[in-house]
């Protein structure tokens, strides 16, 4: 946080930048550079009327991103997956195509993805948005296998193995907990047996 605002306390606990800039009169501005928030505000303003107005902008510009990002990123989510459910687990379907709806959520600390079937719920840990592609795509997969094999049963293994890369992202994200929890306790069946 900048000096220049040591008394204003946004409602979230964002931290911020604040810059000025001589060539502005009136505007100011706030956006994301390098993962933190910069707001720019003109230079005449005093350090009091900068803190002021720097609170309420950062919030402003925190709901505004918040409003952008989700719908977007999900679609692209719900895109790839269905592109996926078509290719690896849809031939091994016999019946109605299943309804499901692919979402990032961030509170999934242990898992990486859940599945529930019955309602054709999926969540995949925002964990994952740093990963390639194709262990994102694995995790996808394995999740879509569930909406028509509930247990990890041999079809179930039958049909996440179509997908080329599973082996291969499996030991990936098994490499990855292992690095990240190596001395913690992980209670057996801590992931209610899923990926
Ligand atoms: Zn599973």
Do not use: K
């Amino acid at each position: 946080m900048s000096d220049a605002a040591p008394t204003v306390t946004p409602v979230s606990d964002e931290p911020y930048e604040i810059r000025t800039s001589a060539r502005r009169t009136r505007t100011m501005s706030a956006f994301r550079e390098g993962g933190r928030v910069v707001v720019v505000m003109p230079a005449r303003l005093s350090a009091r009327q900068r803190a002021e107005a720097a609170g309420p902008l950062v919030e402003r510009f925190l709901a505004q991103e918040e409003n952008r990002r989700p719908p977007r990123a999900d679609r692209a989510l719900q895109d790839r997956a269905s592109e996926l459910f078509d290719q690896y687990v849809w031939p091994h379907v016999e019946g109605a195509r299943p309804e499901f709806g692919v979402r990032w959520v961030s509170n999934m600390e242990r898992r990486w993805g859940s599945c529930t079937p019955g309602t054709g719920e999926i969540r995949v840990s925002d964990r994952l948005r740093a990963m390639p592609a194709w262990v994102v795509d694995h995790v996808l997969v394995h999740e879509l296998a569930h909406l028509v094999e509930r247990h990890h049963t041999a079809r179930f293994r039958r049909i996440e193995g179509g997908y080329p890369q599973s082996e291969r992202a499996q030991g990936f994200l098994d490499g990855w907990d292992a690095a990240l929890h190596a001395e913690e306790d992980r209670p057996a069946g801590a992931d209610g047996g899923d990926l």
